[in-house]
């Protein structure tokens, strides 16, 4: 198969027309963050914010001329927004807005995924605290109870999901419009993994990062899904956002070890939910404590009980806690999670005691809304 190159890529894109600025989209400087990878090809369009939605049809354009080039696997082309603003404001960047109902009108409500039932996150307010390796295990462990789950890698910038479950490869894109998941362990994936080499930083303003999110919600074949778990990058910034007001979430899982540090962060994730009237479903502590495995001694290295106190306070659930753990991290770097590995052993279980807790939350919540359904009486 011919390989694409950097060149080739502009040489098409060049052929596009901007017919509002009378120019080229390369010589107008609308192109940037171009990645490829193995065929497959990444790349933002700039354009002014209230352009947004007109702007569709030349970013379908720009995808197109890319896709028939020889040795074009797929190609994820995202609008993105920039504007400078002089004087004493700083300079501005944002996505490219979403539709409204008009002046003053409310923002539309989320846009569900079709065959997916329930969506729910995992955070964290700080990094460090195993929320990608809780993440998956929840996800294993909600499959192994017989539900269809999907996990989506919502960390553009250090995607770690694909390791964690031993998928190597890069995703199919049958029509060049959609691409198709991942799949291993009886769950199908999708990541920015998959589409940028390990070794290549990916280095992309909050816009952009926002709009290949976007893409890589809506622009999979998921299939029917009875949840899907989003493993949300740390802290509070746009995937989350993005998440919480361009899909209906059916909650957030908050994942934090037990020293007050993590827990002081963890607090913010919570705030932000609230905010954005996501509900919490739960706090999970894990890095809980440590058994030695020679002698059987318990060590508790981060405190202990930080979480549950914190959800007590707070009057949210305390899920669970999971242990600092050799085979957790031996099992997640090989690609095969304590879930799946042994799930006998003491630290799976706890997962498993996780995930059945999420999903009867989930399945309470998908039986209270099809409760307040409006019912139709034919007389």
């Not at 369009?45 to 896709?67: D, F, M, N, T």
């Not at 995924?113 to 929320?131: D, E, F």
């Not at 990058?233 to 993590?262: C, F």
């Not at 739960?282 to 508790?300: Q, T, W």
């Amino acid at each position: 198969m011919a390989t694409v190159t950097e060149e080739q890529i502009l040489a098409a894109l060049a052929a596009i027309e901007d017919g509002d600025q009378g120019g080229d989209v390369v010589g107008l400087g609308m192109i940037s963050g171009l990645q490829i990878r193995d065929g497959h090809v990444a790349f933002a369009i700039e354009v002014a914010p209230e352009e947004g939605a007109a702007k569709e049809p030349l970013r379908q354009s720009c995808e197109k001329a890319v896709h028939a080039l020889p040795g074009v696997l797929s190609v994820s082309a995202v609008l993105t927004a920039h504007r400078e603003v002089t004087g004493d404001r700083v300079a501005e960047t944002g996505p490219v807005p979403a539709p409204s109902a008009g002046p003053g009108g409310p923002r539309p409500a989320p846009q569900g995924l079709p065959g997916i039932t329930s969506i729910v996150a995992v955070a964290s307010g700080k990094g460090g605290v195993g929320k990608s390796t809780t993440a998956v295990n929840l996800a294993l462990g909600l499959a192994a109870a017989g539900r269809a789950v999907g996990i989506l890698d919502a960390d553009i910038y250090g995607p770690s999901i694909p390791r964690m479950l031993g998928i190597g490869g890069q995703p199919l894109s049958p029509d060049g419009s959609y691409l198709l998941p991942m799949q291993n362990h009886g769950v199908v994936c999708m990541s920015m993994g998959f589409l940028v080499p390990d070794d290549t930083a990916t280095i992309w303003r909050g816009p952009m990062v926002m709009s290949a999110l976007e893409q890589l919600l809506r622009d999979v074949k998921w299939g029917e899904l009875d949840v899907l778990v989003v493993d949300l990058p740390p802290g509070t910034g746009d995937a989350h956002l993005t998440m919480a007001q361009r899909v209906p979430l059916s909650g957030a899982v908050i994942v934090s070890t037990p020293q007050d540090v993590a827990l002081a962060d963890a607090r913010k994730g919570i705030s932000m939910f609230e905010k954005v009237d996501v509900p919490v479903l739960g706090l999970i502590e894990n890095m809980s404590y440590f058994v030695c495995p020679h002698c059987d001694e318990r060590s508790e290295i981060f405190s202990h009980g930080g979480a549950r106190r914190e959800a007590e306070r707070l009057g949210a659930e305390f899920l669970g806690e999971i242990p600092i753990s050799l085979g957790i991290r031996e099992t997640s770097d090989a690609g095969t999670p304590i879930v799946v590995h042994d799930p006998d052993c003491a630290e799976a279980q706890a997962f498993l005691r996780i995930a059945e807790r999420v999903g009867e939350k989930i399945a309470a919540a998908e039986a209270e809304s099809a409760s307040q359904a409006p019912r139709i009486v034919v007389q």
